[in-house]
C-alpha cells in the first residue's frame, strides 16, 4: 500500500477507529461484565450513560475528521497538487475558518475540531473511571 | 361633354386617393411593426451590427482586467482572485516554486494556490516586469514577470521571481483566465516548506525554533503540556481505582 500526506491519514482514522473504536469498547465491555459477574451492578446511570455517549462522539467525531482531512487533502496531491497546497484545502475546504487571523488558533479549524474530540474520547475514559468507582453490588431484597 | 370631362377627373383623383391610403396604410403599419419590436426578422446587417457591440470586448478591457488581476495579488485579495477564475480553468505552477508546484482546476483550486502562496503573507511587494498582452477576438495571451517579496507567517522572509503566461477569454461580458502557468525562476525563504499543517515541525527537524513560523505556534507549544495534563489525569484516577479495590478486597 503506498500513502502519502495527508491521504495517510485516512488509513491512520481506520486504524485509530479499530483499535480505540472497536477494541476500546470491547475492552470496556469486558471491565463492566466482570463487575457485574461479580454482582456489581447498580451504579449511576447517568455516569454510565455519559461514558458511552461520550465516547462513541468523541472516537467516531476524531475518526471522522481524520478522514475528512485525508479525503479532502488527499484528493489535492491525486489530482496533481502539492502536498503543500493541500494543507489549504483542509483549511478552507472541511470547515470554514472562523478568523481572518493566519495566528488564530481558530485561523484553521480542523486541528481545533479534531483536538476537540479526541478531548470528548478522552472524557469519556474518565467519566468511565469515574462510573466504575460508582458501581456497587446489589442489595438482596 | 364638360360634365362627362368634369366626372373622369373626379374618377381620377379618388384612384390616386385610394393608392395613397393603401400606401400610408403599409408605411405605418410597416413602421408600428418594427418600432414595437414585433418583426422577428431584422436582416442580416442589423444583427451582425447588434452582435459585435454586445459580444465582443471593449477596447482595452483586457489590459485592465491583467492591472486588477495584479492588483488584487498584491493586496493578498484571494477572494477577488478566485473571481478571474471559471470552472475550467487549468492553473500550472512549475520550476522552483518552492513546494507549490502542481496542477490545479476552477476557483476551488486557485483559492488554494493563491491562497497558500499570497493567503499566508503578512507583507508582500511584487514587480511586474516585461508586461505583454495580445487580443485577438474574445481570446487575449498575457505575459509578465514577477518579482515577488514578502513575509510569509509559514516560510518567514521569501523572495521570488516568475515567468507568468495566462490565456483570457472574454466571455459573459468579462475576461476570465482559462490558463494561468507560473514558472518559477527562483524561490528562497528563511524557512523551510514542510508537507504538514504544522510548519513547527519542519522548524524543529532543521533545528530552528518552532516560533519563527506564527501560525499553529500556540497549539505546537501548549498541546504537550495539554497532552500530559489530560493522561497524568488519567493515570492517577486508574491508580485511584485499583487502590480502592486493593483495598476493599483487604478488608
Known sequence: METSWPGTWLLVAFVIFVTVGIFGALGWWQVYSRKASSGATEGNTGLLWLHLILFEVGVLGATAMMAAIGYVGGNVVATGGSPIVSAEAVRTQIIPPLSSDPNSVFFDMPPVIEAVFIGLSLLSQLVGFIALLTLKKTKAS | ?251
Open chain 2, 1 to 251: 361633354v364638360h360634365r362627362e370631362g368634369t366626372t373622369v377627373r373626379v374618377a381620377v383623383s379618388g384612384t390616386v386617393i385610394a393608392l395613397a391610403v393603401v400606401v400610408i396604410v403599409i408605411v405605418v403599419g410597416a413602421g408600428a411593426y418594427f418600432a414595437l419590436g414585433v418583426g422577428k426578422s431584422t436582416g442580416s446587417s442589423t444583427t451582425t451590427s447588434t452582435s459585435n457591440t454586445q459580444g465582443g470586448p471593449p477596447a482595452g478591457s483586457l489590459n485592465a482586467s491583467v492591472r486588477a488581476f495584479i492588483t488584487a495579488f498584491n493586496n493578498r485579495d484571494v477572494t477577488t482572485i478566485k473571481t478571474y477564475f471559471t470552472g475550467t480553468s487549468a492553473i500550472a505552477w512549475s520550476g522552483a516554486a518552492g513546494g507549490l508546484q502542481g496542477t490545479y482546476t476552477g476557483p476551488d483550486g486557485a483559492g488554494i494556490i493563491y491562497g497558500t502562496s499570497v493567503g499566508h503573507t503578512s507583507a508582500l511587494s511584487s514587480t511586474t516586469t516585461n508586461l505583454h498582452i495580445a487580443t485577438a477576438g474574445t481570446t487575449g495571451t498575457v505575459g509578465f514577470r514577477l518579482n515577488i517579496t514578502g513575509t510569509s507567517n509559514v516560510v518567514g522572509p521569501f523572495n521570488s521571481t516568475a515567468d507568468i503566461s495566462q490565456v483570457w477569454v472574454y466571455q459573459g461580458g468579462a475576461w476570465t483566465i482559462q490558463t494561468d502557468d507560473w514558472n518559477y525562476l527562483s524561490f528562497s525563504s528563511n524557512n523551510p516548506s514542510t508537507a504538514t499543517v504544522f510548519p513547527q515541525w519542519g522548524l524543529t527537524i532543521n533545528g530552528k525554533s518552532p516560533s519563527l513560523a506564527g501560525e499553529h505556534v500556540l497549539e505546537w507549544n501548549v498541546a504537550p503540556y495539554l497532552a500530559v495534563g489530560v493522561y497524568a489525569t488519567i493515570l492517577a484516577l486508574g491508580l485511584a481505582l485499583i487502590w480502592v479495590r486493593v483495598r476493599k478486597q483487604k478488608q
